[in-house]
């Protein structure tokens, strides 16, 4: 039980000096990841989160995602400490782990009581022989591979540790030349410290408008460029997508092979139940599901199980593109707690291959030089333009699209692949722009809500104005409503901070910056405001006092300046990333 634990607790493999022969998940500047260790570390992933619940179809694309960056930042973080000159000996590793061993290794090194047991971690760390040959009852053989194991467990721990501790290494030396920006400590003074407690009347903007002119978007990209800028490179996709539907012998297939589960489910006892769910968690997602009668989720699930008795065996029944097989674990009259076995119903090989088929000829046709349009019509699709989006973009529930469209020039297609959402899908890449401005045709999406959002407020200027004289204020400075014009909304005693939240979850940074501008107590309006029209009465602004800067300093200064060192470490990060030569591979063996 010690092995194994210890073994759940090394999340990740280094690459071993044989990885240059093996199977690659990338290479960054040169040095491997081994696709071995990376498929090892993304079923960890998974594995943990099913024991949550929290991996859906979509999910597994988020979690190759996060292992991948994991991956590559561990790599250039050994990359710099070897630049810099960090390096750490099994001694020195060792010495540190057992003077201050990790959370996760006192949690896994413990004794029959549960408790951290030091003298344990230190024998299996200067003496993992002694240590198996003190286990009663094995074999010389077995005392053999016990002490192999465990030397095993020990050396993945080191070079854990060792990342971790070269990591550390690396963050301290780049912020040895970290100089507080005193500046911003100001501004975030000023920003914490300035708010105004004010009443009002909204009325909102007039919820349709006449669509813009081709004349009213220019002028407007004219009045406003500043807003409209690419902070990172960016592209968008013409897609055409045909959907993987499951074929009826697939559909059959699951359902037989989830009925067999079912069976052994039921004949099983508790503990080989136990085993039997954690076997296929590496196909089905097993989580606790709890149904509900009113629930229009479950309520399908809550009528199959009702009035079955605890670890009662359910199922399969079909729900939501899954067949489910259902443990009872507890029940009531609305409620019934269950262990839920989820097998999504996927198409089989035979009908992805002739869906591939179709969109590879498409995409051929394209490539030989037939208009998009024109294959559209063809196959009865209907094109459709992605938005902008950058290389780390998540599109259509997959990432290799995004990063396949940044490896593949303007104008040409990118291979067909398939997506969670869409199914199979065949893409070209419309639009690039590098960072900065926008084009007025980049930003036409942009442009056209605000236009129309503009031309829906001038268009109740008249009413907001008469909205604005049926309010005074009273001689004790209370805002007295003479009338409500139909729609608006009366709020009183609200407080607004300098990121125009207000009390709740409203905000609205155009009436805070006019609030300021007024900068006097007493009725203002009608101001236009992100939310609509406003009359005012402003009872308080308060602004940052100087020689209150220092008491702020003291209670807030450490957690501000250890922000801006987080974000000399994301800088620094960044940088590393995007100096870097990172060629990705892993996606010849995961989806998406």
């Not at 500046?183 to 708010?195: G, I, M, W």
């Not at 399969?316 to 019934?336: E, F, K, Q």
């Given at each position: 039980m010690l092995i194994a634990a210890l073994l759940l607790l090394c999340l990740a493999t280094p690459p071993s000096p044989a990885a240059a022969q093996q199977p690659v998940a990338g290479i960054v500047n040169g040095d491997t990841i081994s696709l071995a260790d990376f498929a090892r570390d993304v079923g960890r992933r998974r594995e943990l989160y099913s024991m949550v619940g929290q991996v859906g179809e979509a999910d597994q694309a988020d979690i190759v995602e996060a292992a991948w960056k994991d991956a590559v930042r561990n790599v250039l973080y050994r990359q710099e400490a070897r630049r810099r000159g960090i390096a750490f000996s099994d001694a020195e590793i060792d010495k540190r782990l057992l003077a201050s061993p990790p959370d996760y290794i006192r949690r896994g090194v413990v004794d029959a009581n549960g408790r951290f047991d030091p003298a344990l971690l230190r024998a299996m760390v200067t003496n993992p022989d002694s240590l198996a040959n003190s286990k009663p009852g094995r074999t010389p053989q077995q005392r053999t591979a016990d002490a192999t194991r465990l030397r095993t467990v020990v050396a993945d721990l080191r070079d854990r540790l060792r990342l971790e501790y070269l990591r550390e290494a690396v963050r301290s030396s780049v912020l040895s030349a970290f100089v507080v920006d005193s500046?911003?400590?100001?501004?975030?003074?000023?920003?914490?410290?300035?708010?105004a407690t004010i009443d009002f009347v909204r009325l909102p903007c007039a919820p349709v408008a006449d669509p813009p002119t081709a004349e009213e978007l220019q002028d407007w990209y004219a009045l406003h460029p500043q807003r409209y800028t690419f902070a990172e490179p960016s592209r968008r996709l013409a897609i055409l997508s045909w959907p993987v539907i499951p074929s009826r012998g697939d559909t059959a297939r699951t359902i037989t092979g989830m009925r067999a589960f079912a069976r052994e489910l039921k004949a099983a006892q508790a503990r080989s139940r136990d085993s039997l769910l954690l076997a296929v968690t590496s196909q089905a997602r097993v989580s606790t599901l709890i149904l509900h009668r009113d629930s229009a989720a479950t309520r399908p699930l809550f009528d199959a199980c009702k009035g079955q008795r605890?670890?009662?065996?359910?199922?399969?029944?079909?729900?939501?593109?899954?067949?489910?097989?259902?443990?009872?674990?507890?029940?009531?009259?609305?409620?019934?707690?269950?262990?839920?076995?989820?097998?999504?119903?996927?198409?089989?090989?035979?009908?992805?291959?002739?869906?591939?088929?179709?969109?590879?000829?498409a995409q051929e046709a394209y490539d030989n030089g037939e208009e998009f349009g024109v294959i559209a019509h063809r196959y009865g699709k209907t094109m459709n333009l992605t938005p902008w989006f950058t290389r780390s973009a998540k599109?259509?529930?997959?990432?290799?699209?995004?990063?396949?469209?940044?490896?593949?020039?303007?104008?040409?297609?990118?291979?067909?692949?398939?997506?969670?959402?869409?199914?199979?899908?065949?893409?070209v890449v419309a639009d690039s722009a590098d960072a900065g401005p926008m084009s007025m045709n980049a930003a036409a999406e942009q442009l056209r809500a605000e236009v129309l959002r503009d031309k829906a407020c001038l268009a109740r200027t008249r009413l907001a104005r008469a909205q604005h004289g049926l309010v005074t204020l009273t001689p004790e400075q209370e805002m007295f409503v003479s009338e409500r014009l139909p729609g608006s909304i009366v709020a009183r005693d609200i407080t607004i901070d300098s990121d125009g939240y207000m009390t709740g979850t409203e905000r609205d940074t155009a009436l805070f910056a006019a609030i300021m501008q007024a900068n006097k107590h007493g009725h203002v309006g009608p101001i236009l405001g992100d939310l609509g029209w406003y009359s005012v009465n402003i009872r308080q602004i308060v602004q940052p006092i100087d020689n209150e800067f220092p008491r702020f300093l003291a209670e807030r200064g450490e957690e501000l300046v250890k922000s801006q060192q987080q974000r000399a470490i994301d800088t620094f990060e960044m940088n590393l990333q995007r100096s870097a030569t990172i060629i990705d591979q892993r996606w010849m063996t995961f989806r998406y």
């Open positions: 500046a911003s400590l100001r501004r975030e003074y000023e920003r914490a410290t300035t708010h605890r670890n009662d065996v359910v199922g399969p029944v079909m729900h939501g593109g899954n067949a489910v097989v259902l443990v009872i674990d507890s029940t009531s009259t609305s409620r019934i707690r269950t262990t839920a076995v989820r097998l999504p119903i996927e198409a089989g090989p035979n009908v992805v291959d002739s869906v591939l088929t179709i969109a590879s000829a599109l259509h529930g997959s990432y290799r699209l995004a990063q396949m469209a940044f490896a593949t020039p303007l104008g040409v297609a990118c291979d067909v692949v398939d997506v969670p959402d869409l199914g199979i899908v065949l893409a």
